[in-house]
């Protein structure tokens, strides 16, 4: 019956009759942290029926996409429901604890603030005052103050105090629900800060009731660790970018494993190497459950790849995951370079869409640490003494070259659309079992995902190249680290341009003076010259650093 209802889907909405198995995941319990009383779940106007389980263990069961059974001649599927997701929105360690941080969700503009209690508060940002954004406001004895009129809102966006009306009016005017500012449910889990994409009045006892889409192996409230106590060792750090195109297409991307050694040849790929190409899909395995475990998770494709894990790395199998709205991991157990001797190697990557053309990219990447032993000695020092900024500017260069091309596919994607009528079905030419997932993540945008976040989006912002890659804009404004890294660099490139000068000039003025009194030159003026090369060396190296931070051009043609 599963197989039936799959054709008759493939054949309702592509002409098609194939499609690997795929999603929903295995639910855990509610997340700690956001409490409510549950809602009871709506009926629903028509019958959803859940196909059978095609793999099964004790913690998961894998399943093929949800099917509608027919009704009223034709085949219908409830949209997804985009508000009612957690999204994560920042890594805790990166958010501003002493400033309020502007950030959008869905399209809604939000600040997030740190309450007095240690939790964090996401209200509207917009002053139901005069509609003032709250984000360019202060945090003053447990509140957000609106610079634009005083008024002040404590965590669960209540009005606390209106400057311009007192005693019995104040009371009044602040209990009023008009004074109050839409808030949204917040948690924290495995290091991230989410936030629920409703601020309805239903949102936190909706929010109670679901999990966030959290990774089975590690534990919620520590991400250097397992559940069971074992430690994870992050490869890098988290990093975070935003990118100016889609949810959708960044999605598509990150259902793509054949780019990697192409569009990241140089960095994790190698384009040279024989099996660059060789990735072939296949259906999961039993034994694959650990990797494809997402809490609370309903829609997604669950595949097991074998490909070439990276640049001087060997074939392996590793099991590709992609829950909506998040996350995407690639999790591959006992990785063969590391002699078998870690569990698993993880990439875990969620996209957040912010805007209909702009989303949030949350990246990190773990090995279950089998301890000293058993992991490289110079793998672990490196880890250790490769700075936070560094690894940002590696992940950087990586998201450059996925950048240009995405937005590329975005904007002749629609213009063909806009101009023909024609669909990516129509366009796009997929015959390898490495695109199997791409295919199979569309047909669920298509039908059950509603297009996407947005809806179908009709039209592409035109951007300059510079902006399609800009790290400052994209990264660095909203990285504590990489900011004051560049803050230092710039200072560190003034300088050394102000010593080397100077000391250039003593250099040229001792030798002068030497020269005129007839006297022989001393060891001075060549200390001198050469503490001048070093600061002009610093200043050099300084502002490369600066312009790796801000704005790097990309070129794949130029890249050996």
């Known amino acids: 019956m599963v197989d039936a209802n799959l054709r008759q889907l493939n054949r309702t909405h592509y002409g098609s009759s194939t499609i690997p198995v795929a999603a929903p995941f295995a639910r855990r319990k509610a997340p700690q942290g956001v409490t409510a009383t549950a809602v009871p779940r709506k009926s629903r106007s028509h019958k959803l029926r859940l196909s059978a389980?095609?793999?099964?263990?004790?913690?998961?069961?894998?399943?093929?996409?949800?099917?509608?059974?027919?009704?009223?001649?034709?085949?219908?599927?409830?949209?997804?429901?985009?508000?009612?997701?957690w999204y994560p929105l920042y890594f805790e360690e990166d958010l501003d604890?002493?400033?309020?941080?502007?950030?959008?969700?869905?399209?809604?503009?939000?600040?997030?603030?740190?309450?007095?209690?240690?939790?964090?508060?996401?209200?509207?940002?917009?002053?139901?005052?005069?509609?003032?954004?709250?984000?360019?406001?202060?945090?003053?004895?447990?509140?957000?103050?609106?610079?634009?009129?005083?008024?002040?809102?404590?965590?669960?966006?209540?009005?606390?105090?209106?400057?311009?009306?007192?005693?019995?009016?104040?009371?009044?005017?602040?209990?009023?629900q008009r004074s109050c500012v839409a808030s949204f449910p917040t948690q924290v889990a495995q290091g991230m800060l989410w936030v629920w994409g409703d601020s309805s009045a239903a949102a936190h006892i909706h929010a109670a009731a679901k999990p966030a889409p959290t990774v089975a192996w590690m534990d919620s409230k520590d991400r250097l660790r397992r559940p069971d106590g074992g430690k994870l060792l992050p490869l890098g750090d988290c990093f975070m970018r935003d990118v100016p195109y889609s949810w959708a297409t960044m999605v598509d991307n990150l259902c793509d494993p054949a780019h990697i050694h192409y569009a990241h040849h140089g960095l994790f790929g190698d384009r040279s190497d024989p099996n660059a190409g060789n990735v072939m899909?296949?259906?999961?395995?039993?034994?694959?459950?650990?990797?494809a475990n997402i809490a609370g998770a309903t829609d997604g494709l669950v595949y097991r790849v074998q490909m070439l894990m990276g640049a001087n790395r060997p074939l392996a199998d590793t099991v590709l995951t992609v829950a909506f709205p998040g996350p995407f991991t690639l999790f591959t157990p006992k990785p063969k370079d590391l002699g078998g001797k870690a569990d698993f190697e993880s990439v875990m990557i969620y996209a957040t869409p912010l805007t209909s053309n702009k989303t949030r990219v949350l990246v990190t990447n773990y090995l279950a640490d089998p301890g000293f032993g058993h992991v490289p000695l110079l793998m672990r020092l490196g880890l250790a003494a490769t700075p936070k900024w560094l690894s940002h500017m590696t992940l950087n260069a990586v998201m450059d070259g996925d950048g240009v091309l995405l937005y590329g596919q975005e904007c002749a994607e629609k213009a063909i659309e806009a101009e023909r009528g024609a669909r990516w079905n129509q366009t796009f030419h997929m015959p390898a079992s490495a695109d199997k997932p791409v295919l199979n993540y569309r047909k669920w945008l298509d039908t059950r995902g509603g297009f996407g976040p947005f809806g179908p989006i009709p039209k592409v912002p035109t951007l300059p190249r510079a902006e399609l890659v800009n790290r400052k804009s994209q990264h660095t404004d909203n990285c504590p680290t990489c900011t004051a890294t560049l803050r230092n660099v710039r200072a560190l490139r003034i300088a050394g341009l102000f010593v080397s000068a100077v000391a250039a000039a003593a250099a040229l003025g001792s030798a002068l003076l030497a020269s005129a009194a007839a006297v022989r030159i001393g060891l001075a003026p060549l200390w001198l010259v050469g503490l001048s090369a070093v600061s002009a060396a610093a200043a050099y190296v300084s502002n490369e650093l600066a312009k790796r931070l801000v704005y790097h051009p990309w070129d794949h043609s130029l890249r050996a």
């Open 97 to 176: 604890t002493q400033h309020p941080n502007a950030v959008q969700l869905l399209g809604k503009d939000i600040v997030i603030w740190k309450a007095p209690d240690g939790s964090w508060s996401a209200l509207e940002d917009m002053c139901p005052h005069r509609l003032a954004p709250l984000s360019g406001g202060r945090m003053e004895e447990g509140t957000l103050h609106c610079s634009y009129h005083g008024w002040r809102f404590d965590a669960s966006g209540r009005c606390t105090h209106i400057p311009q009306v007192s005693g019995k009016a104040a009371a009044t005017a602040c209990a009023s």
């Open 53 to 85: 389980a095609v793999l099964e263990s004790p913690s998961i069961a894998i399943q093929a996409p949800s099917v509608l059974t027919e009704e009223k001649g034709k085949e219908e599927m409830e949209t997804f429901n985009w508000t009612q997701q």
């Open 281 to 291: 899909v296949r259906a999961p395995q039993p034994e694959d459950a650990l990797g």
